[in-house]
């Protein structure tokens, strides 16, 4: 049988990243696609629970469509799947998590919650997060400044709301046994926050998925090897 390309593209950025994490492969697919492919690229700080935000996704986009989420974005894509499996014509899911948070990262998080309630962002973002996004590299240091400035463009309160989404997620291992649709599951082989047995994990639960590993990257592929991520969408996109 054969699948139509989809007609929409919808991108989930990582926790407090912003549409620049995929500019790169945005701007190369509309270049190729044209009007055929529409891109959007939802905010992900509108609610303070996973199936809320995820029913604010589903509000915004097309009956139906193709999902890439990343990280935190692969976190909501999943939910996505579980509320509305129909609705999604193809799957990619990039350096993310299908388990449930562990003891020690709620607690990790309760914590950054606080300090950033008490003004701290930055020493969160700076400290905790950024020196895990990003392998080593040329451009490391640009990478890093994105980064920052996608986190501090979005703010405290996108902050808290987006870890306690993260907080309270819910284990995914059964929504991902009932996909059918093409699936690709891709990772930096240097993630250090979504290591390469949560991808294996997922791709055992999801048997005729791909999965890909993107030598030279950590946990942001799109923007650290970005012709590499941005030919493995095309195909996936494509793929009949």
Same mark, same amino acid.
């Given at each position: 049988m054969?699948?139509?390309?989809?007609?929409?593209?919808?991108?989930?950025?990582?926790?407090?990243?912003?549409?620049?994490l995929? +500019?790169?492969?945005i701007?190369?697919?509309?270049?190729?696609? /044209?009007?055929?492919?529409?891109?959007?690229?939802?905010?992900?700080?509108?609610?303070?629970?996973?199936?809320?935000?995820?029913?604010?996704?589903?509000?915004?986009?097309?009956?139906?469509?193709?999902? !890439?989420g990343?990280?935190?974005?692969?976190?909501?894509?999943? +939910?996505?799947?579980?509320k509305?499996?129909?609705?999604? +014509?193809?799957?990619?899911?990039?350096?993310?998590?299908?388990?449930? +948070?562990?003891e020690?990262?709620?607690?990790?998080?309760?914590r950054?919650?606080?300090?950033?309630?008490?003004?701290?962002?930055?020493?969160?973002?700076?400290?905790?997060?950024?020196?895990?996004?990003?392998?080593? /590299?040329?451009?490391?240091?640009?990478?890093?400044?994105? !980064?920052?400035?996608?986190?501090?463009?979005?703010?405290?309160?996108?902050?808290?709301?987006?870890?306690?989404?993260?907080?309270?997620?819910?284990?995914?291992?059964e929504?991902?046994?009932?996909v059918?649709c093409p699936?690709?599951?891709? @990772?930096?082989a240097?993630?250090?926050? !979504?290591?390469?047995?949560?991808?294996?994990?997922?791709?055992?639960?999801?048997? @005729?998925?791909?999965?890909v590993?993107?030598?030279?990257?950590?946990?942001?592929?799109?923007?650290?090897?970005?012709?590499?991520?941005?030919?493995?969408?095309?195909?996936?996109?494509?793929? !009949?």
């Amino acid at each position: 049988m054969t699948i139509s390309h989809p007609a929409t593209l919808v991108l989930l950025p990582g926790m407090m990243c912003d549409a620049r994490l995929f +500019e790169f492969q945005i701007r190369r697919l509309k270049q190729d696609r /044209g009007d055929a492919l529409s891109i959007i690229v939802p905010p992900l700080d509108t609610a303070e629970s996973l199936p809320e935000l995820a029913r604010h996704v589903l509000n915004v986009t097309p009956p139906s469509f193709a999902l !890439c989420g990343l990280s935190m974005g692969g976190i909501v894509a999943m +939910e996505m799947l579980a509320k509305a499996p129909d609705r999604i +014509e193809r799957l990619a899911l990039m350096d993310t998590n299908p388990l449930a +948070e562990t003891e020690q990262g709620v607690a990790r998080r309760n914590r950054q919650i606080q300090d950033v309630r008490a003004g701290r962002l930055v020493q969160v973002i700076a400290d905790e997060m950024k020196p895990l996004y990003l392998t080593d /590299g040329s451009n490391k240091q640009a990478h890093l400044d994105l !980064c920052m400035d996608m986190a501090l463009s979005l703010g405290d309160e996108a902050f808290i709301a987006q870890s306690l989404v993260l907080r309270d997620r819910r284990d995914q291992t059964e929504t991902l046994k009932s996909v059918r649709c093409p699936t690709l599951i891709l @990772h930096g082989a240097e993630d250090k926050l !979504c290591p390469a047995e949560r991808h294996q994990l997922m791709k055992d639960l999801i048997p @005729h998925a791909e999965l890909v590993v993107v030598n030279g990257a950590g946990h942001l592929p799109p923007i650290e090897m970005p012709e590499e991520v941005t030919a493995h969408l095309y195909k996936w996109l494509v793929l !009949c």
